[in-house]
């Protein structure tokens, strides 16, 4: 594959299209039933030309399972979700201070029961559509303003940058581009480079293909299908043309939290919080750079091995590759069951005692979180006072910025977008120690500024 600039077949009319999910057939290749090998052989080599019903009809397990739906809390998360919460047509409204957002309703939509939500989105029975309360409009306009959003969630994007060049990602959204999506979102195009009968899982999409640069042969081909969504990567919004684009290295000091800080911090890739002046990055949820180096990662296990474990159908008996990428391995028998054949050694003797010793590791990853969410709290009023009213040395006061922008940097990306602790369970090693870097930094924010 080049991963310099797009390659051929990326532009796959939708595995799974309806559902709408990344990935959707990520590991179909290594798995097939006899059955289903059979009828791979007899289906065409154009992967191009099928449809999402003709996969779903060649892999009916795959499909099955990547169709399932992940509810939490009351409402849809994960990759099924993403159908519902991007791809509805943008409309424009007017709010109350006279600017304009961007509100979105979706056809698709059919959940009738009109309770459950997707992501800020609750579905109106009455319309049968999705809509976006006022309350959810600032948060949810954001990265939809631009048609670089889909650069990490559909393949298709890949077909409109090979047409129109890196500029594409900071164009504006419109209707036509999202009608050239063709409905696919987290599709098996994103995974698969063809059929996936023949075809295994790798890296497809350009953003991160790109990005990676020499990085990308560093990393198995079952870590880079999933990382090259799950990554620490916050560029979208800054690519105006390719040149900007060749410009930028996010791996070029390494995978670890203080590599890929300081990376972005030389691209550009920060916020300037107003009342302080800090410098932020924004390492989102940097799975595939934390599972480098970690116990896992060592032993050569994927997020593949985990997340859509080898399961076997038990109506037919087939084994087949679990599609359900966003359901937890914690209510996944199979995936507890693969969990054992290193984690016996420790003492654990059932999938209950492996859940117990993760769901232990969460919580108290969520007990630090909490505790370093109050010293935040502190230390950003410090600096604020400091930086608003004067009296303190400027040197002082900006290693104090300095110091906050590194310690948020480590607290940020070892969270992972999840206050609940359950990100630890990639690298429990690196997220005692990044959150402890990040609380000494903070302690000597104290006791500079207190």
Known sequence: ????????????????????????????????????????????????????????????????????????????????????????????????????????????????DGEVIVSGLKYDSASKQWVVEDSQLDDLSG?????????????????????NGAGVFTEKMTPEFIDSLNGQVWNCGTCHDGDPATNAPDAQLTYWTQLARESFD?????????????????????????????????YQYGFDVESLYHAAMEDGIYTVDEDTGIELSCLDHPDVEFLQGSVMGELGLTCIDCHMPETTDDASGATYTYHNASASPLENETALEYCLTCHEKQGISSTADMVDMVQAKQAEAAATIAELDVKFEAAYALIKDANQNGGTDEAVLQQARDDYSLAEAYYHATKGGRADGSKVVHNPMATQNYYAQAGNLLDGIATSLG
């Not at 809390?73 to 709010?95: F, I, T």
């Open 143 to 163: 990265t939809r303003e631009r048609q670089g959003c889909f650069a990490c969630k559909s393949s298709e994007f890949n077909t409109v940058y090979n047409e």
């Open 218 to 250: 560093l990393l198995d081909p079952g870590e880079r299908v999933c990382g090259q969504c799950h990554n620490s990567l916050d560029y979208r919004s800054r690519i105006t043309d390719q040149d900007a684009m060749d410009s930028f290295s996010p």
């Open 1 to 112: 594959m080049d991963r310099k600039k797009l390659f051929t077949g990326v532009s796959i009319v939708s595995l799974c299209t309806a559902i709408g999910v990344v990935g959707a057939l990520v590991g179909c290749a290594p798995s097939q039933s006899k059955a289903e090998s059979g009828a791979a052989e007899a289906a065409t080599q154009e992967a191009d030309a099928a449809t999402m019903e003709e996969w779903g009809s060649r892999y009916p397990l795959q499909y099955g399972s990547y169709a399932e739906e992940t509810i939490k809390s009351g409402k849809y998360e994960g990759h099924y979700a993403l159908k519902q919460k991007l791809l509805a047509p943008a409309v424009r409204v007017e709010r109350a201070d006279g600017q304009t957002d961007t509100k979105l309703v979706n056809p698709y939509g059919t959940y009738d």
